[in-house]
């Protein structure tokens, strides 16, 4: 058992901690705005003060980087806080535990597995890609030791179920929706995705490298409303967005404008190969109905003062 510093506290982050909690660990959860669950040692901070979060790291067993910056500002942030991890994991001593996605794999044709290119030419592929070769590249020159988790698009934190899907549903009012419906597509639970970094973080098989974050089959999209809408006691009411209907979007939401990037990973067959991390950690994923729950639970209507 040891100190954990989660840098970040959306779903991943409060996930970790939940699980880092379970198992015995102290955790202590750095933000700017203190945020945390009960139970971590909540710290205000930058998540780009690099000498900061490395006092904060010392004597720690892991720096889990959790962070999400806003999804327009990935290429203004990113960058400084990518270097503040890795300064303050060189300075600690602490394992760098990265939480990553699949936006560096580009547009694909295939089930991507740890081994895919990382071709994306989009500018938050990019960014990501650079966070991970420099960060690799760091261990390689026996810097500090990391790792990194990629997932595809969570259930139990910010998707397309939690921010559209589940809302119209418990209005009774019809989902739209950026994407085709019936398009094979991987989701993955964020609980496991806090159980690969908790593994890897004492587990030297894991370091130097990537992996994906086992997920069940994949699915679809009119698949995963229907289990919502089950669940739920609702009818569900699904209509597909053209691309085009996104783009025009975009003109007007920064964060919409985002959405054009990764339209790719909704329009055709968005397949996660997972099989390296069960076969080497020998962990599984919940299945898709027990995601579904969580995500409904996680992201239900806080009731209102009378």
């Not at 639970?189 to 997920?215: F, I, M, N, Q, Y």
């Given at each position: ?189 964020v609980r496991t995705v806090a159980k690969l970094l908790a593994v890897g973080t004492a587990d ?97 209507p806080q009731p209102t003062g009378g």
């Amino acid at each position: 058992m040891g100190l954990h510093v989660i840098v970040g506290a959306g779903p991943v982050g409060s996930a970790l901690a939940r699980e880092l909690l379970d198992t015995g660990h102290d955790v202590r959860v750095v933000t700017r705005s203190g945020s945390g669950i009960e139970g971590t040692e909540r710290v205000k901070a930058d998540a780009a003060d690099g000498a900061r979060l490395g006092e904060l790291a010392h004597g720690a067993v892991a720096i889990h980087n959790c962070v999400n910056p806003p999804y327009h500002r990935w290429a203004e942030e990113w960058p400084a806080i990518s270097a503040a991890l890795i300064t303050a994991a060189e300075s600690s001593g602490a394992v760098l535990a990265t939480t990553a996605n699949l936006y560096g794999y580009g547009p694909v044709d295939a089930p991507m597995t740890e081994d895919t290119p990382l071709a994306a030419t989009g500018p938050k592929g990019r960014v990501r890609n650079a966070m991970w070769h420099d960060a690799l590249a760091a261990h390689e020159a026996g810097r500090i030791r990391t790792f990194e988790v990629r997932g595809s698009d969570y259930l139990g934190g910010n998707s397309l179920l939690s921010l559209v899907i589940a809302p119209a549903l418990r209005k009774g009012k019809r989902a739209m929706v950026p994407a085709d419906l019936d398009a094979p597509h991987t989701f993955t639970d964020v609980r496991t995705v806090a159980k690969l970094l908790a593994v890897g973080t004492a587990d030297e098989r894991a370091w130097g490298r990537a992996w994906h974050v086992p997920s069940a089959e994949p699915t679809t999209l009119r698949r995963i409303t229907q289990l919502a809408a089950d669940q739920l006691g609702a009818t569900p009411k699904l209509t597909a967005l053209p691309y085009a209907a996104v783009w025009v979007a975009g003109l007007f939401s920064p964060f919409i404008k985002e959405l054009r990037e990764t339209q790719h990973q909704f329009r055709k067959p968005f397949v996660l190969d997972s099989g390296r991390a069960t076969a080497t950690f020998g962990l599984t994923a919940p299945t898709l109905e027990d995601s579904v729950r969580y995500d409904l639970e996680q992201n239900a209507p806080q009731p209102t003062g009378g």
